[in-house]
């Protein structure tokens, strides 16, 4: 038992802070660098190889294994529920697999190596100073494996002498004794900080640090394993927060995330007296006493037991899920707008479903042009891989909705069908080169903002003037998609004309405050460039205004194009 002075207990919760805060910044930095390594390719094997449960458990663990992270592998999942771009029976086994896949992160954490933080912490520091990007993102990766060990280090010293005070040696005992309030505690724990594999760090170490021969007695294994139940649960939070304010499908999704947890507490619960006489015997069995790798073990033992017990309950949690989550209006493409019986049975239908997967993936085109316009007037980082995000997001609707299109084509239509379908592939492309311009304007204000290049104060309110044209231009091209309002349509053809002169206007204005020294030039000096971009936006929201107004519109720039229409994306 040890007494403390207030000073000396406030620097050593200072330290344990400042420890997790290390600890979850270097987990995180790690997973964002292992997802940037691994791309959008992410995203297309999680939707692409999803079509079954099974597959979509080993999915599920292979990803979590390969971002370390089972919150960003169902924060993943959800944003493919929110775009439509994934079912909800394809999700299940994605939960279920990520919950395998993030017991990984415990077995990492026991690893004898946290010595060697601060020698992971330089390698990978040097590494990010390197000019290849991929050689870059790997050392953000080494770099938050040090961070982490680092972070648990310093957490460790002062958790063992914490352990020793009246109050550690009172809470534990009683998550000894009350196993319901050690699940509630690891519960609200893990909600607070948003990480499971940093609470389970946290009890790594603390019932690493247990040695009965000096005196030092901290968490039992009775006290840590409903801890580790209450982990479960409290990282659920992460899908949870992700499917506030998205579709149906994705809130049934959270649900199930949190209905499997929480089960897998209660069998435990139920069973915890055999399970720690098993896990005790584990222990004494094959590895030393009060060995961080016993609380790992224990976590991936609960874990893939329950995945294999609730593996033949997936149709029942579906059920459960559909009667808590009402359905309402949909917002997200429907479950069946890509299933092949629909064409055989109506590819009319097919058809209309198509439309509307069109006008999500107007919207998606809308929100990234939003991001991206704010962006250009204020730097904002979260904005960047936001705008990415929705860029990928647009590539998907792109590859999905041709596709089915291509199947529908293949089911024979008749002549107005045909000539409808021929538009929507038209609108399809029009809209993902939409999303090309943009991410290519995102890039050039990045580099700006990187080389401190400002533009002048003529410049900024002369792309406020354009990009409130091209607003303009993007509700009218899908309100007239949408109701087929050739009057609407037109509005985009003459904005389409507003564009072009004031691209000109505005090009022939910069290069005259270049030449007068208005404006310095500079390595980032795009701004011709981006006035480029958004006249190539204007001509392809005017191929998809031309469309409405007459659906056997070609393009001009197909018959003949322009110089400064030709499109360079391809």
Do not use: C
């Amino acid at each position: 038992m040890t007494v403390m002075t207030t000073a000396t207990f406030a620097d050593q919760l200072i330290i344990i802070f400042g420890g997790l805060a290390l600890f979850l910044f270097g987990i995180n930095l790690m997973s964002d660098s292992l997802k940037t390594v691994a791309g959008s390719r992410l995203r297309t094997i999680i939707e692409k190889t999803t079509n079954t449960p099974l597959k979509g458990i080993f999915v599920g663990i292979i990803m979590t294994m390969l971002i370390q992270s089972s919150s960003g592998t169902t924060a993943l999942m959800i944003g493919l529920l929110r775009a439509g771009l994934m079912t909800l029976p394809q999700s299940v086994g994605v939960i279920m697999g990520a919950n395998i896949g993030t017991t990984v992160t415990a077995f990492i954490i026991a690893l004898p190596i946290a010595k060697w933080g601060l020698y992971f912490i330089v390698i990978g520091v040097v590494m990010t100073f390197l000019k290849n990007r991929k050689v870059k993102h790997i050392g953000g990766v080494i770099l938050g494996l040090g961070m982490l060990f680092y972070g648990l280090q310093m957490m460790g010293g002062q958790l063992k002498t914490l352990a020793q005070t009246d109050v550690a040696e009172s809470m534990f005992e009683t998550f000894s004794r009350n196993p319901f309030l050690g699940t509630a505690f690891g519960t609200i724990f893990t909600m607070v900080i948003q990480s499971s594999s940093a609470a389970i760090g946290i009890l790594e170490t603390l019932y690493s640090i247990n040695d009965p021969a000096n005196g030092i007695i901290s968490i039992s294994l009775q006290g840590a394993i409903p801890i580790l139940l209450g982990a479960n649960i409290g990282t659920t939070i992460t899908a949870f927060l992700a499917s506030i304010g998205g579709n149906t499908e994705s809130k049934r999704a959270s649900f199930i995330h949190i209905l499997f947890n929480i089960i897998s507490a209660v069998v435990f619960l139920i069973i915890l007296a055999p399970y720690e006489m098993l896990i005790e015997w584990v222990e004494e069995r094959f590895l030393t006493p009060y060995s961080m790798y016993t609380i790992a073990i224990a976590h991936a033992f609960q874990n893939i037991f329950m995945t294999f017990v609730m593996y033949w309950f997936i149709k029942q949690m579906i059920w459960l899920s559909k009667l808590v989550v009402k359905d309402k209006n949909k917002t997200g493409i429907p479950e069946d707008m890509f299933d092949d019986k629909l064409i055989t049975q109506s590819p009319n239908l097919a058809l209309e479903f198509v439309k509307r997967g069109i006008l999500y993936m107007g919207a998606a085109v809308k929100d990234y042009f939003m991001i991206v316009k704010t962006y250009a007037f204020k730097e904002q980082a979260s904005l960047v891989q936001e705008g990415y995000e929705h860029e990928d997001l647009i590539d998907q609707y792109d590859i999905k909705l041709h596709d089915y299109l291509i199947k529908i084509a293949q089911s024979g239509l008749e002549s107005n069908d045909s000539k409808k379908l021929s538009r929507d592939l038209d609108s399809i492309k029009d809209f993902e080169r939409v999303g090309d311009h943009l991410t290519n304007i995102l890039d050039f204000f990045q580099d700006r903002y990187r080389e401190s290049q400002p533009m002048s104060d003529e410049g900024v309110e002369e792309l406020k003037k354009l990009f409130g044209v091209i607003e303009e231009m993007i509700n009218d091209t899908l309100y007239s998609f949408e109701q087929n309002d050739p009057e609407i349509a037109r509005r985009v053809v003459h904005n389409e004309d507003v564009v072009d002169k004031f691209e000109e206007v505005y090009r022939y204005r910069h290069i005259e405050r270049l030449k007068s020294g208005k404006v310095i030039f500079g390595p980032a000096e795009n701004y011709v460039d981006i006035l480029s971009n958004i006249e190539r936006m204007a001509d392809h929201l005017l191929n998809i205004a031309q469309s409405v107004i007459e659906p056997l519109y070609i393009p001009q720039s197909v018959q003949m194009p322009k110089t400064k229409e030709v499109d360079r994306d391809t």
